[in-house]
Structures are given as C-alpha cells and as structure tokens.
C-alpha cells in the first residue's frame, strides 16, 4: 500500500495535505491492518518547507512507519531472504558505482544548464545510463523484504516506481491521483477539509472512482476489501470509465498517439509551405506581368533614331 500525500502547498488551506490532521491516522490503520498489508510512504519533497505543523506531522509519521519496520522484522511470520538481499545490496554499489562514472564529477560535469547548452549527447553513454537506472531500480526492490515498510524520499526509486509495485494507494488531490488512475488500480483520496463525499466528488473529477477518506481514515476498510477480494470492488468500473475520460482510450499507446499527432502536424505543415511557395509564385508571375505592360515601349524615328529624337 502506497501513501503519497501531497505538501502543504502556500496557503494554509487544509485541504492542500492529509499529512497534518489524517496522516497519522491512515499510517496506523495500514500497520495494524489484519491481513497484513506492505506500507510504502513517500511524501512530496517540499513537504514541510512552509508549515512547520506539516514537517512535524511528517517527522511524526516516519517514526510511525519506521517503528512498525522494526516491530515486523522480529515477527516470526515475516523472513527475510537475507542472500537475496545481499546480491541486490553489492548490485547497488556497482551501478551507483557506473552511473557516477558516467555522470563525471566536479567540473567534468557542471550544471544542468551548461551541460544542455554545451553538452553533445553521447548515445552509448546515455543508452547505458537508462538501462543502469533500470536495474537500479530492480535491485533497490530486491535489497529488502516484500513485507518491510518503508519510508521512501529522495528522487529513487521514483514515484512511477512506487506505482508499480503497490495494489493500492492513498493521497490527496493533486496530479499524483489522476498519473495513478492509468494503473487501474484501487485508490483513496483523503477530503482534508471535510466538505462531504458528495461535494467532494462534485468538486474533484479524479476522485470520483476513489475511496473517499475522512481525516480519521475509518473508511480504510473500503480500500483494504477491494484489494483483498477483486471480484468484490464496487468500483472498478467506476475506475475504467474515468481513466478513458480523463487519459482516453489504452489503444493505441500514447505513444503512438503522440507519434501520429507529430505525423500529421508535420504533413499539415509541409502542405501549408507548398500552398505558400505556389501562391508566392502565383503572385510573382503576376506582378511581371503588370511590370511589363506597365512600361513604355520605344519609340523610332523615321530618320533611323533609335532615342525618339530627331535631328532637325
């Protein structure tokens, strides 16, 4: 189970986070749920950068989490594959290892900026840079237990990759419920400020396949059913009908359609050119035209001038 709260956002509006009034309330139903349930938190980066209520709820719910770790790994239900994990551990090194290589240090590297604007993309070196972040990202799942909580922050593993290896999440409104809706999957929205379900959903598109918590999370429940028993979602359907409205159809591929859209942008583009090349000719040809029969024609003399001048 995922837990992705957004921040505090600039203007105090409770009903930016659940981290403040709901976070710690969802984080203790998660740990003591029964079947167990993995729980994954990883709030925004700025969570904490403007209220200092928010940044103690967060410090709040890491111990929570972190505590819940602890207490699992003593449980005799829970093993660890320790030489898995040790295999995924010395991956780690080695592809932390390249990738820094490839990055460079110090002033092999400098900015962003200077690199956009002086860099020449070496296509081996970024070809191998992806598919080294890739396997990061295998062997960082790997490196510890598929029961172990944790408290995920930090650019890596990336929220897509959180995404991937959840059945559910939990999180506010912003653009991470509408990203997680491609997936399918069970969701739940925490209404922070407490305007009611209905409004809620009247308020918020994204929301209206999710489960709608309040700040006590006692709605849970809903959530950690649908996951447990498919069969028994009540709101799959709901789910399929909002992602074909708000990311459209599964086929063709996005990128495919992305694709097409460059395409026929591209030929609407080069018919435009031709249109222009054969109107420019058309108006050249025309003004020719009226040049020539604009100017006079030259005039002789009978005594065999050639200036129109005669000689006396």
């Known amino acids: 189970m995922l837990y992705a709260p957004t921040w505090e956002g600039w203007d105090g509006n409770p009903g930016n986070t659940s981290i403040v009034l709901a976070g710690e309330n969802i984080?203790?139903?998660?740990?003591?749920?029964?079947?167990?349930?993995?729980?994954?938190?990883?709030?925004?980066?700025?969570?904490?950068?403007?209220?200092?209520?928010?940044?103690?709820?967060?410090?709040?719910?890491?111990?929570?989490?972190?505590k819940a770790a602890a207490q699992r790994a003593l449980d005799p239900r829970f093993v660890a594959d320790t030489a898995v994990q040790a295999q995924a551990k010395a991956e780690l090194d080695r592809i932390e290892a390249r990738l820094a290589q490839l990055a460079g240090t110090g002033g092999d590297r400098g900015?962003?900026?200077?690199?956009?604007?002086?860099?020449?993309?070496?296509?081996?070196?970024?070809?191998?840079?992806?598919?080294?972040?890739?396997?990061?990202?295998?062997?960082?799942?790997?490196?510890?237990?598929?029961?172990?909580?944790?408290?995920?922050?930090?650019?890596?593993?990336?929220?897509?990759?959180?995404?991937?290896?959840?059945?559910?999440?939990v999180s506010d409104i912003s653009s991470v419920v509408s990203d997680f809706i491609a997936s399918g999957k069970p969701y739940a929205v925490t209404d922070s400020a407490e305007v009611g379900a209905e409004e809620f959903k009247?308020?918020?598109?994204?929301?209206?396949?999710?489960?709608?918590?309040?700040?006590?999370?006692?709605e849970l429940g809903e959530l950690l059913s649908a996951v447990r028993d498919p069969a028994a979602d009540p709101l799959a359907e709901d789910r399929k009908e909002l992602k074909q409205y708000l990311l459209g159809p599964d086929e063709p591929t996005s990128l495919q359609q992305f694709n097409t859209a460059v395409a026929n942008l591209a030929l609407k583009a080069e018919t435009r050119n031709v249109g222009q090349q054969s109107r420019d000719a058309a108006a050249l040809a025309q003004a020719e035209a009226e040049l020539a029969t604009a100017l006079p024609g030259q005039r002789v003399s009978t005594a065999g001038d050639t200036d129109g001048v005669g000689t006396g």
């Open 202 to 218: 009247r308020n918020n598109t994204a929301v209206r396949a999710a489960v709608i918590l309040s700040n006590s999370a006692n």
């Open 27 to 66: 984080v203790r139903k998660l740990v003591a749920a029964d079947p167990p349930v993995r729980v994954l938190y990883k709030p925004h980066p700025f969570t904490g950068t403007v209220s200092k209520e928010a940044g103690a709820a967060h410090q709040r719910i890491t111990a929570l989490v972190r």
């Open 111 to 169: 900015d962003e900026a200077e690199a956009t604007r002086d860099g020449v993309l070496d296509v081996a070196r970024h070809e191998e840079a992806a598919r080294l972040r890739a396997e990061w990202n295998d062997a960082y799942w790997r490196s510890f237990p598929s029961w172990e909580h944790r408290v995920i922050t930090g650019p890596e593993p990336r929220l897509y990759d959180c995404f991937n290896v959840s059945d559910a999440m």
